[in-house]
């Protein structure tokens, strides 16, 4: 029996945690955090891009506690066609630590001006997810463990700003449904296939 290991080589391996809601009141939170275990070419280290407004104007930040990895993590965003964060940003240094407070995932960021809180609160029943290429990512073979959240909370420096996540059309063409926009995905694993049909599109990350 052939055994089955896969012939090309891995890309990343990481768990990639996002925070996206607007609520009634108008603020909005969007959070791509990356907890990178492995990548020849951003680096292991963690790396997030923050957008929030808290009822005062909109801010964005690129942050990582390798400042090398977040600017090798823009590029990669660049490169794919990003475009839900700037990324014109310069990085700044973060401290990350992460926990699993009650049945919750949550994540801390501290940075020489801010504490940052996440939180995602209402989990749902984790899946395993297939996507050879190119089904999400046009050269990449990927499998990860998606866990969808029902509620999304930041604080920011004390001031906490939460939603309600909603359903993400943007998933029902991969995953055969909506996901809900604040979603985990552990144990991500890019392999690469550049064999795979190629289609241009804008990618996620």
């Given at each position: 029996?052939?055994h089955p290991?896969?012939?090309?080589?891995?890309?990343?391996?990481?768990?990639?945690?996002?925070?996206?809601?607007?609520?009634?009141?108008?603020q909005l939170?969007?959070?791509?955090?990356?907890?990178?275990?492995?990548?020849?070419?951003?680096?292991?280290?963690?790396?997030?891009?923050?957008?929030?407004?808290?009822?005062?104007?909109?801010?964005?930040?690129?942050?990582?506690?390798?400042?090398?990895?977040?600017?090798?993590?823009?590029?990669?965003?660049?490169?794919?066609?990003?475009?839900?964060?700037?990324?014109?940003?310069?990085?700044?240094?973060?401290?990350?630590?992460?926990?699993?407070?009650?049945?919750?995932?949550?994540?801390?960021?501290?940075?020489?001006?801010?504490?940052?809180?996440?939180?995602?609160?209402?989990?749902?029943?984790?899946?395993?997810?297939?996507?050879?290429?190119?089904?999400?990512?046009?050269?990449?073979?990927?499998?990860?463990?998606?866990?969808?959240?029902?509620?999304?909370?930041?604080?920011?420096?004390?001031?906490?700003?939460?939603?309600?996540?909603?359903?993400?059309?943007?998933?029902?063409?991969?995953?055969?449904?909506?996901?809900?926009?604040?979603?985990?995905?552990?144990?991500?694993?890019?392999?690469?296939?550049?064999?795979?049909t190629r289609?241009?599109?804008?990618?996620?990350?």
């Amino acid at each position: 029996m052939k055994h089955p290991v896969h012939p090309g080589p891995v890309s990343h391996v990481w768990d990639h945690f996002v925070l996206d809601f607007k609520n009634d009141a108008g603020q909005l939170v969007y959070l791509s955090l990356y907890a990178i275990a492995l990548s020849p070419t951003v680096g292991a280290a963690n790396v997030a891009l923050l957008g929030y407004d808290a009822g005062s104007g909109r801010h964005d930040l690129l942050l990582g506690d390798d400042v090398s990895a977040a600017l090798n993590m823009r590029e990669r965003l660049r490169s794919m066609g990003y475009k839900r964060s700037p990324l014109d940003l310069e990085p700044a240094e973060a401290r990350f630590q992460r926990s699993a407070p009650h049945g919750r995932l949550a994540w801390r960021i501290e940075t020489r001006d801010h504490d940052f809180a996440a939180t995602w609160s209402d989990l749902r029943k984790p899946f395993e997810y297939v996507a050879p290429a190119p089904l999400l990512v046009a050269d990449e073979d990927i499998t990860t463990v998606f866990v969808e959240a029902g509620h999304g909370r930041l604080e920011v420096d004390g001031t906490s700003v939460e939603g309600d996540a909603l359903p993400d059309e943007y998933w029902r063409p991969k995953v055969g449904r909506p996901l809900l926009a604040c979603h985990v995905a552990l144990a991500e694993i890019r392999v690469s296939n550049p064999g795979a049909t190629r289609r241009v599109r804008p990618r996620r990350g």
